[in-house]
C-alpha cells in the first residue's frame, strides 16, 4: 500500500506531444477533487500541458494499458477515511430525511447527466477493455441508476392488524454510512450499482476504487454532486487494502458491499464481524456453461464465446467450463475456433476493436502460467493462449494476448479447477444430463451457470438442478438491472440490481401501536 503507481500520459494527434499529469492524489469527495483538477493547473503551471476535467475529454486523449503510468495517486490513511466517514454521515442526515420521490429526481439527473462516450473513454483508459464494451458499461450504470430512482419513491412497510383495534406496522428505513469496494473489471459500472441502490434507500455511501482502476469512480462522484446530492453523500477514497481495511473497521460504517476476489471476501467478512456489520459479497466464479446436442449450435457457439470473451475474459460469472454433449463436439470446436480467431485483439479505442488488453503485466502472466500448466496437463490448445504485440507502436508495450481455447480437457485439471480471470476457455465433452448436472455442480463456486438446448422441460430442470446464482437458458452473461445478481457457495451472498437489493440497503423497523390499556402481568 506503499505508493500506488498509475501515471495518465496524453498524446497530442500530431507530433506525438506527452503530458504527464498527476491528479487526484486523494479523492475524498467530489468537491475536493474538482478543486484538485482545478489545482493541476497551478501545480504543473511551468509544464506544457492540457487541462482535462471528466467532460472535457480530448480526442487526442490516448492511453490504453500499454504498461505506462497513468496517474499517482497516494493511498487514504486514517486521517481521509475518517473525514470520508464523517462527510458522508453528514450528507446521509440530509439526504435520509428527503422524500423518496426527491432523491428520485436527484438520481434521475445523475442518470441523464452520464455522457456515454466520453466516460466510456476514460474507462477504456482505466481498465484497458474494448471501447464497444465500456459504452455498454456506462449504459448499464445509468440504467441502474434510473432503476433506482424509479424504487426510490416505492419504499414502503407493511400494517399489520392485532386485536383490538391495535396495529403495527414496518418502516423501511435506510443503514447510514454504506461502504463500497471495488474490483478493476467494471471499474465505474460497480461503482453505480453499489451506490444506486444505497442512495435511493436514502444512505450515504464512501467507495474504494480498486487501486487499479482509480478513475472512472471519481467522475460518478462529480455526477452526483453534479446532479445535487448533498455534499459527501457519495465519496471516493482511494488506495488498497489498507484503505479497505479501515473503512471496514470504522465504527460509523453501517455496512460493506464488496466486490473481488474470494482471500478478500473472507477478509472483508471478518473486518465487517466485528463491528456485527452486514456485508455484500460478490466474488469469484467458475461457472459450467452445459451445451446439449439439440442446441441450435450457432447460438450455442455464441453463447459460449459471450460466456468467455467479454472484457478480456476477466469477468466473474464467466461460463468458463464449457460442456458440450459428445455427439455435436466436433462441430462446436470447429465453429467456436474460427469465430475465436476471428477476434479483432488491439487498440481498444477503436471502434473494431473486440478485446482489448489485460489489467497487468503480472496478471497476464499469471493468465499465460494458466495456459502452460494446462498443456502440461495434457490439454490441447486449438487457438490462441499466445501474447499479442499489435502493429501500433504505441501499443507494444501492451498487455495483450489472443483469446485461447482449449481441448481435452478434464475435471481435474487445475484450468477447470481454478478461476483464470483470463480469456481462456476449457471445453469438456459429456454424455448425460445426469452426469454433466454432478460435474458442473464439482466446484466450490456458484455464481453463474448456463444451459443451451431446445427442449423446454430439459432447460428447467437443468436450471433447477444447478446450484448457481444465476442461470441462464439459451443465452450468456446478459445482466438487465431490473434482474437480481449474486451468488450461491463461495461467491458469495446478497444480491445486486433487481428490487431485492433495496433490502440489503435498508432495515427494517417495526412499530407497535396500542389503542387500548396495557395488560401488566405485574
Ligand atoms: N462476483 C462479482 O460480482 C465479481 C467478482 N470479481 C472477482 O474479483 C477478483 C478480481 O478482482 P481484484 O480487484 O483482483 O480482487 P481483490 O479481492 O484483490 O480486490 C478487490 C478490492 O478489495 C480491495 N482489498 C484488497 N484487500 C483488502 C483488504 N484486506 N481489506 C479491504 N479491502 C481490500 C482491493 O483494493 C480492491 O478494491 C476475481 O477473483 C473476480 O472473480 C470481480 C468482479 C465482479
Known amino acids: ?247 471496514c473497521h470504522h465504527p460509523m460504517v453501517a455496512k460493506v458491499s464488496f466486490t473481488g476476489s474470494v482471500p478478500t471476501g473472507k477478509k472483508i467478512m471478518e473486518m465487517s464481524a466485528k463491528g456485527v456489520k452486514p456485508v455484500t459479497l460478490e466474488l469469484g466464479g467458475k461457472s459450467p456453461l452445459i451445451i446439449f446436442k439439440d442446441s441450435e449450435l450457432e447460438n450455442a457457439v455464441k453463447g459460449a464465446l459471450m460466456a468467455n470473451f467479454l472484457s478480456q475474459g476477466e469477468v466473474c460469472c464467466n461460463g468458463t467450463r464449457v460442456f458440450v454433449q459428445r455427439e455435436i463436439m466436433p462441430q462446436f470446436l470447429e465453429e467456436v475456433v474460427k469465430r475465436t480467431k476471428a477476434i479483432p485483439v488491439g487498440d481498444p479505442l477503436l471502434d473494431g476493436t473486440r478485446m482489448g488488453a489485460l489489467i497487468s503485466r503480472p496478471h497476464l502472466e499469471r493468465v499465460l502460467g494458466f495456459i502452460s500448466e494446462a498443456k502440461k496437463q495434457g490439454a490441447k490448445v486449438l487457438c490462441g493462449g499466445e501474447p499479442f504485440v499489435p502493429s501500433d507502436s504505441k501499443l507494444k508495450g501492451g498487455y495483450f494476448m489472443t483469446p485461447c481455447v482449449l481441448d481435452n480437457c478434464r475435471d481435474d485439471m487445475t484450468c477447470v479447477k481454478e478461476e483464470i480471470f483470463g480469456p481462456v476457455m476449457s471445453v469438456l465433452p459429456f454424455d448425460t444430463e445426469e452426469e454433466v448436472i454432478e460435474r458442473a455442480n464439482n466446484t466450490t463456486f456458484g455464481l453463474a451457470a448456463g444451459v443451451f438446448t431446445r427442449d423446454v422441460a430439459r432447460a428447467h430442470r437443468v436450471a433447477e438442478n444447478l446450484q448457481a446464482g444465476t442461470c441462464f437458458i439459451n443465452n450468456y452473461n446478459i445482466s438487465p438491472v431490473e434482474v437480481p445478481f449474486g451468488g450461491y457457495k463461495m461467491s458469495g451472498f446478497g444480491r445486486e440490481n433487481g428490487q431485492v437489493t433495496i433490502e440489503y440497503y435498508s432495515q427494517l423497523k417495526t412499530v407497535v401501536v396500542e389503542m387500548g390499556d396495557v395488560e401488566s402481568l405485574f
Open 1 to 247: 500500500d506503499s505508493m500506488i503507481k498509475c501515471i495518465l500520459y496524453l498524446h497530442q494527434p500530431l507530433g506525438f506531444k506527452v503530458f504527464l499529469l498527476h491528479f487526484i492524489t486523494r479523492s475524498v469527495n467530489a468537491s475536493s477533487t474538482i478543486k484538485r483538477l482545478k489545482g493541476i493547473k497551478e501545480v504543473l503551471g511551468q509544464v506544457e500541458y492540457k487541462m482535462i476535467t471528466p467532460f472535457d475529454i480530448l480526442p487526442s486523449f490516448y492511453a490504453v494499458r500499454i504498461g505506462r503510468v497513468l496517474c499517482d495517486m497516494v493511498p487514504c490513511g486514517p486521517d481521509e477515511v475518517e473525514q470520508a466517514v464523517k462527510n458522508a454521515h453528514a450528507a446521509y442526515l440530509k439526504w435520509s430525511k428527503l422524500a423518496g420521490m426527491e432523491r428520485a429526481r436527484v438520481m434521475l439527473e445523475a442518470a441523464r447527466i452520464i455522457r456515454r462516450d466520453e466516460i466510456a473513454k476514460v474507462e477504456v483508459i482505466n481498465n484497458g477493455k474494448s471501447i464497444t464494451e465500456a459504452r455498454v458499461d456506462i449504459d448499464v450504470a445509468w440504467q441502474c441508476i434510473e432503476y433506482y430512482a424509479g424504487l426510490a419513491g416505492t419504499l414502503s412497510g407493511q400494517h399489520i392488524q392485532l386485536p383490538g383495534g391495535s396495529f403495527a406496522y414496518t418502516r423501511r428505513e435506510p443503514l447510514g454510512v454504506c461502504v463500497g469496494i471495488g474490483a478493476w473489471n467494471y471499474p465505474f459500472q460497480i461503482a453505480a450499482w453499489k451506490s444506486a441502490p444505497a442512495l435511493a434507500c436514502g444512505n450515504a455511501m464512501v467507495f474504494k476504487p480498486s487501486p487499479m482502476t482509480p478513475v472512472t469512480a471519481v467522475m460518478l462522484a462529480e455526477i452526483y454532486a453534479q446532479a445535487g446530492v448533498p455534499e459527501g453523500l457519495f465519496n471516493v477514497v482511494q488506495g488498497g487494502a489498507e484503505t479497505g481495511s479501515l473503512l
